[in-house]
């Protein structure tokens, strides 16, 4: 067994802001899954920056006869920046699954891409009568390993809708379909969708186990929101539907969220509704004072326009409280609050957040209430789920949250070296004893580093 040396130092600090360095150049070699140069595989850089959540492609190429490939002037993240900023390397060619690198975890220069075995993850697709449904589109969405061992930090390749659509397949007029792109021992998810249905999620397990996916055909309901005060603006309120059970044959999926917006005098459109029951809300912001009264629970046959549903808005009750620091009892800004009352579905995405001074504010209507923290920023643990504040709203009466006390987070920066002192590559590190993260292993970037990040102080790491 090869001996190594592990260099460690531990910090609790607030992680600094997302940061890159010095641009490089990155080379490498694709190769199919045999061994054999990959000629003319695409290659996609991708990158992502939890500042700007959004995947994007930042550059392609195509490697040429040998299989090689070249990035010139590429920001790759800086190695004592947080994990949330990636790069990864995406290749895939004919005949071959696609495969990825994360370069920050290998020499720059020599990188090393081998295509997998491709799977043969086939399906069918038909509308709700049997018959054969010609066309739609199938995007492959998820890749994940199936796991014989620990997951290395990221396990997934991060998609993008332009990549999404570049892979899509299309049903022949039998219906058919195959996805290439994943690989044998992946379980892949995909997205089918057909103008007229509602779209459909589905996931294989075996890439041997074809799978039949019924499309239903979409249904609409349109109705309108009222208010009580007329001097409460009517327009770009959000309104949603939620299936009432989850409706499920066999792998395929047809439960999702819908959303709209409501016009200047309150008319809401919802489309590709499935059929059966669903519960329709209005989701107004947090922190507007008219939420959402009663839900209204619409049924709707395969295909059909329901009209003339009303949704009232009621005032809410305000809720107050703060996010300070566990240990100087400072205000916190930027901690994303989130609260549940067991009824409404709201996006998560529009919860408030605290000001400089640590406080918050949202509105709800009268009922028992849990408040969390959902999204901490950098340098501060997620607290534990029984920190969570469940609290009784009554009509009228302001309610003020306990406060929220957040631990700062522990970072441990290392180094991996062989007995010559160099630096290890993609050496993967692991540890236990957290509540965090320990179900993961972490490679070492180009320069032999590692960062763990999310550690609580007074719990010993080995």
């Given at each position: 067994?090869?001996?190594?040396n592990v260099t460690l130092s531990m910090a609790i600090c607030l992680a600094a802001s997302v940061g890159w360095a010095e641009k490089v150049e990155l080379r490498g070699t694709v190769v199919t899954w045999e061994g054999k140069p990959a000629a003319k595989a695409e290659v996609h850089l991708v990158r992502i920056q939890s500042a700007q959540p959004e995947v994007v492609v930042a550059k392609s190429v195509n490697a040429d006869e040998g299989g090689r490939f070249a990035f010139?002037?590429?920001?790759?993240?800086?190695?004592?920046?947080?994990?949330?900023?990636?790069?990864?390397?995406?290749?895939?060619?004919?005949?071959?699954?696609?495969?990825?690198?994360?370069?920050?975890?290998?020499?720059?220069?020599?990188?090393?891409?081998?295509?997998?075995?491709?799977?043969?993850?086939?399906?069918?697709?038909?509308?709700?009568?049997?018959?054969?449904?010609?066309?739609?589109?199938?995007?492959?969405?998820?890749?994940?390993?199936?796991?014989?061992?620990?997951?290395?930090?990221?396990?997934?390749?991060?998609?993008?809708?332009?990549?999404?659509?570049?892979?899509?397949?299309?049903?022949?007029?039998?219906?058919?379909?195959?996805?290439?792109?994943?690989?044998?021992?992946?379980?892949?998810?995909?997205?089918?969708?057909?103008?007229?249905?509602?779209?459909?999620?589905?996931?294989?397990?075996?890439?041997?186990?074809?799978?039949?996916?019924?499309?239903?055909?979409?249904?609409?309901?349109?109705?309108?929101?009222?208010?009580?005060?007329?001097?409460?603006?009517?327009?770009?309120?959000?309104?949603?539907?939620?299936?009432?059970?989850?409706?499920?044959?066999?792998?395929?999926?047809?439960?999702?969220?819908?959303?709209?917006?409501?016009?200047?005098?309150?008319?809401?459109?919802?489309?590709?509704?499935?059929?059966?029951?669903?519960?329709?809300?209005?989701?107004?912001?947090?922190?507007?004072?008219?939420?959402?009264?009663?839900?209204?629970?619409?049924?709707?046959?395969?295909?059909?326009?329901?009209?003339?549903?009303?949704?009232?808005?009621?005032?809410?009750?305000?809720?107050?409280?703060?996010?300070?620091?566990?240990?100087?009892?400072?205000?916190?800004?930027?901690?994303?609050?989130?609260?549940?009352?067991?009824?409404?579905?709201?996006?998560?995405?529009?919860?408030?957040?605290?000001?400089?001074?640590?406080?918050?504010?949202?509105?709800?209507?009268?009922?028992?209430?849990?408040?969390?923290?959902?999204?901490?920023?950098?340098?501060?643990?997620?607290?534990?789920?029984?920190?969570?504040?469940?609290?009784?709203?009554?009509?009228?009466?302001?309610?003020?949250?306990?406060?929220?006390?957040?631990?700062?987070?522990?970072?441990?920066?290392?180094?991996?070296?062989?007995?010559?002192?160099?630096?290890?590559?993609?050496?993967?590190?692991?540890?236990?004893?957290?509540?965090?993260?320990?179900?993961?292993?972490?490679?070492?970037?180009?320069?032999?580093?590692?960062?763990?990040?999310?550690?609580?102080?007074?719990?010993?790491?080995?």
């Open positions: 067994m090869r001996a190594w010139e002037d590429i920001e790759l993240p800086d190695p004592e920046q947080s994990r949330r900023s990636l790069v990864q390397i995406i290749a895939c060619a004919e005949g071959n699954s696609l495969e990825w690198v994360s370069p920050q975890a290998g020499d720059p220069k020599n990188l090393k891409i081998k295509l997998g075995k491709p799977g043969t993850f086939r399906g069918r697709v038909k509308d709700g009568t049997g018959r054969p449904v010609e066309g739609a589109t199938v995007r492959l969405s998820v890749v994940s390993r199936q796991q014989t061992e620990l997951r290395v930090f990221p396990h997934q390749p991060f998609f993008t809708q332009e990549l999404m659509d570049h892979w899509a397949a299309q049903t022949d007029n039998d219906g058919l379909f195959t996805l290439w792109r994943a690989g044998a021992d992946t379980s892949p998810g995909a997205w089918i969708r057909k103008d007229g249905f509602c779209s459909a999620n589905v996931h294989w397990q075996d890439p041997a186990t074809g799978v039949e996916v019924v499309l239903r055909k979409a249904g609409t309901i349109r109705g309108q929101i009222r208010c009580g005060d007329p001097t409460v603006s009517l327009t770009d309120v959000k309104v949603a539907y939620l299936p009432s059970v989850e409706a499920r044959t066999g792998l395929e999926s047809y439960w999702r969220r819908g959303k709209s917006v409501t016009d200047a005098q309150g008319n809401f459109t919802l489309e590709e509704v499935p059929p059966g029951k669903v519960r329709v809300n209005i989701a107004p912001a947090p922190t507007s004072e008219w939420q959402a009264g009663d839900d209204k629970v619409v049924e709707l046959a395969e295909g059909q326009t329901v009209e003339n549903v009303v949704l009232e808005m009621k005032r809410g009750t305000k809720v107050t409280g703060r996010a300070l620091d566990a240990d100087t009892g400072k205000a916190i800004a930027e901690v994303r609050i989130y609260a549940h009352d067991g009824t409404h579905y709201r996006y998560s995405g529009e919860w408030p957040r605290t000001d400089a001074e640590g406080r918050y504010f949202f509105y709800v209507r009268p009922g028992k209430i849990e408040v969390r923290v959902t999204d901490p920023p950098p340098g501060y643990l997620p607290p534990p789920w029984d920190a969570r504040k469940e609290m009784t709203v009554r009509e009228g009466q302001e309610v003020v949250v306990p406060d929220f006390r957040l631990k700062k987070a522990g970072i441990v920066r290392g180094m991996v070296v062989d007995q010559a002192g160099l630096p290890v590559l993609s050496a993967v590190v692991t540890y236990t004893g957290q509540e965090f993260g320990q179900d993961m292993g972490f490679p070492t970037n180009f320069k032999g580093t590692f960062r763990l990040e999310w550690l609580d102080p007074d719990r010993p790491i080995t």
